[in-house]
């Protein structure tokens, strides 16, 4: 069995090769207007628009909408689990979305998030960062409520961050830190880091990054940190 | 089966299709290095799945069933070519790579080029051995089920498939020259 540190710098490499491939736009328009359906034919190529590809319309966000709204737990676009929903949004970015009081997988978000082409290292009780930051994260990473480098969001929700992977740059990967806080002011809330790191050179630290600020090497606008919910898993 | 008839059934497959499209991409360019066998293989793929829709459309994750034909596709066919023969057999005469080293070398990885290089040096087998667990984050049993093994030797493959990526990394000489396929 490799070790955990080979298991990492697989799946780290893995996400970063997986994120390098741009798919080109005619390779998915080709694949979505093939006419799958039995009896059709093998490999032929439909005659028009299939309702693939108008089902590809919808999502690629052309003035249609609904289609997926009802979607399940991993529907069209869409994962949610009881501790995040990501959803893959027509532009390539994709939007994250942390539920306040359940605990984080950090292996499922980062497989979640590699499937949309973001390469990242998740962390539980653990937080990486680079010095210096890797510039860019603002291109990156946009933040609702909008923000200004830290930000404290209300207990009624947690964050919810866009992420367009087509604008990080070469050889950085996202940076998720979350923490459960059991001391200190805001105990019993949890704690969400988000910064860019330089994959050849991190740190990672189990101690929480102090709220109102980030790691040394950041500046206000190369990251976010964020408090968020109230008494944490199992009421921690 | 023809199910085309049916409106619902039809425009599901038509919402699947475009669910797991870039994913089926994805996996078919990490198997293989190569976009355009990426976009064979996804459609060959979805093709086989439509075949067989009215059973997977009541799968728990038909999109995990489609990157099983997915892998499937590629491995069968590397059988057929005859290129590689029980490559999870213990014979390659790799040189034991310690997962420290490996780990290393994975580490010192700065274009990711080399690491895709590397990855396309190894037997097909073994690539689908890590795309599996280390991608698409299966377990070692839903690996093992995958690929028709045990689950012990999926982990030893692991173990083979990453001394033969440090050793292929360790050789990469001109990794950035490799021809590649940017467009479709």
């Known amino acids: 069995m490799p070790t955990e540190e080979l298991e990492h710098q697989l799946r780290s490499a893995f996400t970063r090769a997986a994120a390098d491939f741009q798919i080109p736009q005619q390779a998915r328009q080709r694949l979505l207007q093939r006419d799958y359906h039995p009896g059709s034919g093998h490999r032929r190529l439909a005659t028009g628009i299939t309702a693939a590809a108008a089902a590809a319309a919808v999502v690629l966000g052309l003035g249609l909408s609904g289609v997926f709204g009802a979607s399940p737990a991993r529907g069209t676009g869409t994962i949610r689990t009881a501790a995040f929903t990501l959803v893959s949004n027509p532009d390539g970015t994709a939007t994250l979305t942390l539920s306040p009081g359940e605990l984080l997988d950090p292996a499922a978000l980062q497989n979640d998030l590699a499937q949309y082409g973001i390469p990242a290292i998740v962390n539980v009780g653990s937080f990486c960062s680079s010095d210096p930051a890797p510039a860019g994260f603002s291109q990156v990473v946009s933040q609702y409520p909008a923000g200004e480098g830290s930000a404290q969001v209300g207990s009624g929700g947690g964050p919810t961050i866009t992420i367009d992977p087509s604008a990080m740059p070469a050889g950085t990967e996202l940076s998720l830190g979350y923490f459960q806080l059991t001391s200190g002011e805001y105990s019993g809330e949890q704690q969400a880091d988000f910064v860019l790191i330089d994959t050849s050179s991190y740190t990672c630290t189990s101690t929480p990054p102090d709220p109102n600020s980030l790691p040394d090497g950041y500046g206000p606008d190369d990251g976010i940190g964020v408090l968020y919910g109230g008494p944490g898993p199992a009421g921690s | ?184």
Not at chain 2, 59 to 81: C, F, G, K, S, T
Not at chain 2, 124 to 143: F, H, I
């Open chain 2, 1 to 184: 089966m023809d199910w085309v008839g049916n409106a619902t059934v039809k425009h599901e497959f038509d919402c699947f299709t475009v669910e797991v499209s870039d994913l089926l991409l994805r996996t078919g360019y990490l198997m293989t290095g190569d976009a355009k066998d990426a976009e064979d293989l996804a459609q060959e793929t979805l093709l086989r799945v439509a075949r067989r829709w009215k059973r997977v459309r009541s799968m728990d994750h038909p999109a995990a069933y489609a990157r099983r034909v997915l892998i499937n596709l590629v491995l069968h066919d590397a059988e057929r070519r005859s290129r590689q023969k029980a490559e999870l057999q213990p014979r390659d005469g790799a040189a034991e790579t310690c997962d420290e080293s490996a780990a290393r070398a994975l580490r010192e990885v700065e274009d990711i080029a080399e690491f895709r290089w590397a990855l396309a040096q190894l037997p097909a087998r073994q690539r689908a051995v890590l795309v599996l667990r280390y991608w698409a984050g299966l377990s070692v049993a839903e690996s093992a089920d995958i690929l028709g093994c045990s689950a012990g030797t999926v982990t030893s493959a692991a173990s083979r498939a990453a001394a033969r990526l440090t050793q292929a990394l360790a050789h990469s000489e001109s990794p950035a020259s490799e021809p590649t396929t940017r467009q479709a």
